[in-house]
């Protein structure tokens, strides 16, 4: 049998032929020399783009975050809520800071232990038809051992200075933030005393409570930052809820629920995610980050750049698109799709928000239309308590809400008057609770009205 014939690189050195190492020298060098060439033209062009990134998000905001946004320190009532808190497990200090308020292990089991009854007991608050029921017993005991260093809290937020927490939009991708879910959880409980107070029949100490919970919440209702503002809404939305629940006379809380919308506090934090990302660019964060080398940063630098811009691009078409159509309107599922196609599947930075940025979207919508309600329920329950049949028999039918194409229905049934929204409105119901929220509110005038000094009337559906 023949032997098999022998590759190139099989054969001795002797019979490979004089090209060969030509060849391998070559290749090397060619392949250098791309990667330089690859890598300077690159550099020459990266400065130039960041900038024209940097100009362009400026223009389409309208504001240069350097100036609107300056870092901003803890301030004293902050660090005096941080340390109040503590004791009971809640941590709001951020990670890796030294010198702030820390929770033991043992106190973080302890707070662990009541968090799904506080959860299941705010969410009864959330019923179209609220009931302001005694709190679960593991709850109850927590919230009596509580009292006094909530007390303090409370007060520290009535009477003091408002709360401010770190803040520095511009750090891009290595900005500090405090742990705002510490934050919520601390709203939760003065919601859940407001109510409590509330049942009790305690109507002082009920709006004392509410009062240092709204002031809690609008700590945070001027941070720009995507976080505290999801926070925000969700702290506003246990507001109001609370504020449905409790029927007390509430003063000047119809002026405080005019203010909105609640949109551009989320337009903000949208643009300034964008804006993180190339602040981190500017500042060569995501290289010293990589750990890589030349080629990695390059690459590195060329996804995030990309994804930066998508990100901006997608904040342009969406704020574009909500200025021409009706946000609770929005087939949100099918705008997802639309936006999601027009990024490539390579920018995958940019594609990693869309999913939360529609998410986002539709929040401060929601928290606009229950914003109207509870307004609404207010007004109600002030004419009620004022006896004012005609006033009230006037707002039978439909009324317009803060949205174009939504409308209130007014209901007057005997003893019960409901507020509802017209026809279905996509998008406004709770996951958690698995119902339309808010669609409808109940109200039992008989029970109002013997509650203001007895005063009695008439069916008002006649």
Not at 63 to 86: C, G, M, S, T
Not at 118 to 146: A, H, I, K, N
Not at 285 to 305: A, P
Request: proline residues 6%; glycine residues 6%.
């Amino acid at each position: 049998m023949l032997p098999l014939p022998m590759s190139k690189n099989e054969l001795p050195p002797s019979r490979r032929g004089w090209f060969y190492p030509f060849t391998r020298r070559w290749l090397l060098t060619a392949t250098v020399w791309s990667i330089v060439v690859l890598v300077a033209a690159s550099w020459l062009l990266y400065r130039p783009t960041v900038e024209s990134l940097e100009q362009h998000w400026k223009a389409q905001a309208g504001f240069d975050p350097l100036i609107a946004y300056p870092k901003r320190e803890i301030n004293d009532a902050a660090r005096r809520i941080e340390e109040l808190v503590a004791p009971l497990g809640i941590e709001i200090a951020p990670q890796g800071v030294a010198g702030r308020a820390r929770v033991s292990k043992q106190q973080a089991a302890k707070l662990r232990e009541v968090r799904e009854e506080l959860d299941s007991f705010l969410r009864g608050l959330r019923q179209t038809e609220p009931v302001l029921s005694p709190p679960p017993p593991g709850l109850e005991t927590f919230l009596t051992e509580s009292e006094p260093t909530l007390m303090e809290v409370s007060r520290q937020l009535r009477e003091g200075e408002v709360p401010l927490w770190d803040q520095d939009v511009n750090a891009g991708i290595r900005k500090v933030l405090p742990n705002f879910l510490g934050h919520l959880w601390l709203q939760k409980f003065l919601v859940a005393m407001t109510a409590e107070a509330a049942r009790r029949g305690e109507r002082e100490q009920s709006l004392e409570w509410l009062e240092a919970s709204w002031r809690l919440s609008q700590s945070l209702g001027g941070d720009p930052a995507m976080i505290p503002q999801l926070i925000f809404l969700a702290e506003m939305r246990a507001n109001l809820a609370v504020l449905r629940a409790i029927d007390l006379p509430l003063g000047d809380w119809h002026h405080r629920l005019s203010i909105g919308p609640w949109c551009k506090g989320m337009e903000a934090a949208f643009r300034l995610e964008s804006w993180s990302f190339i602040r981190g660019l500017r500042l060569g964060q995501f290289e010293e980050d990589s750990n890589g080398g030349v080629i990695s940063n390059l690459l590195i630098r060329l996804r995030t750049r990309h994804g930066a811009k998508g990100l901006m691009d997608l904040n342009d078409r969406l704020f574009e698109r909500v200025k021409s159509e009706n946000i609770l309107e929005m087939d949100y599922d099918g705008v997802f799709e639309e936006e999601e196609a027009k990024i490539p599947r390579w920018n995958i930075l940019a594609r990693m928000f869309v999913p939360n940025y529609f998410d986002a979207l539709a929040k401060p919508a929601r928290l606009a239309l229950s914003t109207d309600l509870t307004r609404r329920i207010l007004e109600m329950r002030s004419l009620l308590r004022a006896g004012d049949l005609e006033a009230i028999a006037d707002l039978q039918g439909s009324h317009p809400s803060v949205r174009k194409g939504v409308s209130w229905v007014y209901q007057i049934e005997g003893d019960k008057i409901t507020i509802r929204v017209d026809g279905h409105v996509p998008d406004l119901v709770d996951k958690k609770i698995g119902k339309p929220l808010p669609v409808e509110i109940s109200l039992s005038r008989s029970s109002d009205l013997v509650e203001a000094d007895g005063v009695s009337a008439p069916d008002l559906a006649r």
